[in-house]
C-alpha cells in the first residue's frame, strides 16, 4: 500500500508513523521489512528513517493464503479497490479447510478477483460458519486486512446478526458475558466454561500444548472472554426471532450462548436445536458497518433473510410449529 505522509508527521519515525498512525501489525510491519519492503519515495528504508512530511510511504509484503480461483458464484454486495463484501449462502465454507478443500467462498472471491484484473488472493476479515449464511467481509491488501483485523479486535466492526430460537424468550433484550472453551474431546463444539477440569485433563492438556498441538487458551477451564448481546424482534408460541451483535468473535459464539439461556437454535442438532422446521442452523449474518480503513468513509451494508430463513417465517406465522 501507499500512503502519502502528512505534514504534521515531521520528525515522526517511520517505525512511530506505521505503529501510531497507520494502526498497522507488528508482524505486518516486520514482514516488509524482513524483505526490503519498506520504501519512501521508492527508496528502501529502515524503520527508524525519520519523515519529513509530504513523501510518499509504501509497504510491500510477501503475498500469502492463497487459494485456487475457481468459478463459484458468488453474490458481491460491494466492492472498491481495497475492500469486497460478499453474500455468503447457506452450506458453503468461507476458507479452505482439511475437509474443504475446494468450492469455498474464498475460492469464489479467489475467480472473481482474477477475472478483474485484481491480485487473486482471498482475504476473509471475519468468518461464519458453513451454515450461517449471510456477509462475509474480505481486503484486497495485505495492509488493509491488518488494518481491518486490529479494528476486528477493537470491536470496530459493527455485525449484527438474525437468529431464531427455540421457545419464547420472556425478556425483551439481554447480554451474555461467558466465557467458552472447547468441549473436552470434540473436535468442533464449545461450551460456557464453568467448573474446573479435571486433573487428568489438565495433564493431557500440558501434553498436547507441549506437542504445539493446540492452543491453550481454547482448552484452559477459564475459557476465553466472550459477550453476545441479543434483543427480541418477533415471538412465536413457540420460537422467537432475534437481533444479536458481539462484543468478542468466538467460534460457535452466539449458538453456545443462546443454547446457555435454554433457546438453541432452530435447526442447530449440535447444541440441542430441533431440525423438524429447518435442516440448518437459523443463524444469518444481516449487516455490517465499518469505517473504510483507507478513505475513513462510514460503510454499512445489509443482507435480507435468505429463502429458506424467509420460508420459515412464514410457516411459523401461519402456525406451523408453535404447538
Not at 453474490?75 to 475492500?83: C, G, K, S
Amino acid at each position: 500500500m501507499r500512503f502519502q505522509v502528512e505534514p504534521e508527521a515531521r520528525g515522526m519515525r517511520l517505525s512511530q508513523y506505521l505503529f501510531d498512525r497507520l494502526k498497522l501489525s507488528h508482524s505486518l510491519v516486520r514482514r516488509a521489512k524482513v524483505s526490503g519492503g519498506l520504501l519512501v519515495d521508492g527508496q528502501p528504508v529502515r524503520t527508524s528513517h525519520v519523515l519529513s512530511g509530504g513523501e510518499v510511504v509504501e509497504i510491500r509484503v510477501a503475498q500469502e493464503g492463497r487459494v485456487t480461483p475457481e468459478p463459484v458464484p458468488i453474490q458481491v454486495v460491494y466492492e472498491d479497490p481495497y475492500l469486497l463484501v460478499v453474500d455468503k449462502p447457506a452450506g458453503m465454507v468461507v476458507h479452505p479447510v482439511r475437509d474443504y478443500v475446494s468450492g469455498t467462498l474464498a475460492n469464489g472471491v479467489a475467480y472473481h478477483l482474477l477475472r478483474s484484473g485484481a491480485d487473486p488472493v482471498a482475504r476473509p476479515v471475519q468468518r461464519i460458519d458453513r451454515e450461517t449464511s449471510g456477509l462475509v467481509l474480505f481486503a484486497k491488501e495485505p495492509a488493509v486486512a491488518s488494518l481491518l483485523a486490529r479494528e476486528l479486535e477493537r470491536h470496530k466492526l459493527d455485525r449484527c446478526y438474525v437468529a431464531l430460537v427455540e421457545g419464547v424468550v420472556a425478556a425483551d433484550s439481554g447480554t451474555v458475558d461467558r466465557p467458552l472453551r472447547r468441549v473436552w474431546g470434540h473436535p468442533v463444539a464449545r461450551e460456557v466454561a464453568e467448573g474446573p477440569r479435571t486433573p487428568e485433563q489438565e495433564r493431557l492438556l500440558a501434553e498436547a500444548e507441549a506437542a504445539g498441538r493446540v492452543l491453550r487458551e481454547e482448552w484452559t477451564a477459564a475459557g476465553q472472554p466472550a459477550v453476545t448481546h441479543w434483543r427480541v424482534l418477533r415471538r412465536w408460541r413457540g420460537a422467537t426471532m432475534l437481533e444479536l451483535r458481539l462484543e468478542t468473535g468466538r467460534t460457535h459464539q452466539i449458538r453456545v450462548h443462546m443454547a446457555y439461556l435454554g433457546h438453541p437454535l432452530l435447526g442447530d442438532e449440535l447444541y440441542g436445536g430441533s431440525r423438524r422446521l429447518i435442516g440448518r442452523q437459523a443463524l444469518h449474518a444481516a449487516s455490517l458497518a465499518l469505517t473504510h480503513p483507507v478513505s475513513g468513509e462510514f460503510l454499512h451494508f445489509t443482507s435480507p433473510l435468505p429463502p429458506d430463513l424467509a420460508d420459515l417465517v412464514a410457516r411459523l406465522d401461519a402456525g406451523e410449529g408453535t404447538a
